[in-house]
């Protein structure tokens, strides 16, 4: 893959154009990346109404029909159902790792094969997350240790 970055003063607003032989998986992957610079997630915290930045979160579960965003220290309520949380995130980080839970995977420090095929994933703030065997495939595929 070229990158070339190009410095332009008298322009309102930041351009990236992608040239490819083709649009793929990994195309998508930069586009979804891209619009998620831009994108804000409204979350609450004690009254008070929040834009979290995707990349800064660690992952969001859902607890008694609530769902929740952990960022490094701090933890926030978000408005949205996981499964839309995890439509709007496809193609970046984030991926479905259990029932309750989608996680950025941008935020692994390292995981671990646990029992009946399940993994351990510790973040990078040392929290720990179980990823489901069904769930399993998806993220080695996403890290790049399995082809389709």
């Given amino acids: 893959m070229k990158i070339v970055i190009e410095e332009i003063r008298n322009i309102d607003e930041t351009e990236v154009i992608i040239k490819c032989k083709e649009i793929d998986d ?5 586009e979804a990346q891209f619009k998620l610079m831009d994108t804000k997630i409204l979350a609450k915290k004690e009254d008070r109404s929040f834009a979290l930045i995707p990349s800064e979160i660690y992952y969001f579960e859902s607890i008694d029909n609530k769902v ?3 960022l490094q220290k701090e933890v926030y309520e978000v408005t949205n159902k996981l499964y839309e949380l ?3 995130l496809k193609n970046s980080t984030f991926l479905r ?6 996680l950025n995977a941008s935020k692994i420090h390292h995981f671990k094969s ?3 095929g ?3 994933a510790t973040l990078k703030n040392k929290e720990v997350i179980v990823i489901s065997r069904t769930y399993v495939s998806g993220l ?3 890290l790049g240790g399995l082809k389709k």
């Fill in 26 to 30: 990994e195309v998508k992957k930069l």
């Fill in 86 to 88: 995890e439509e709007f």
């Fill in 68 to 70: 929740f965003a952990y």
């Fill in 118 to 120: 399940r993994m351990e």
């Fill in 140 to 142: 080695k595929m996403m």
């Fill in 97 to 102: 790792v259990n029932k309750n839970t989608v």
């Fill in 114 to 116: 646990t029992m009946n």
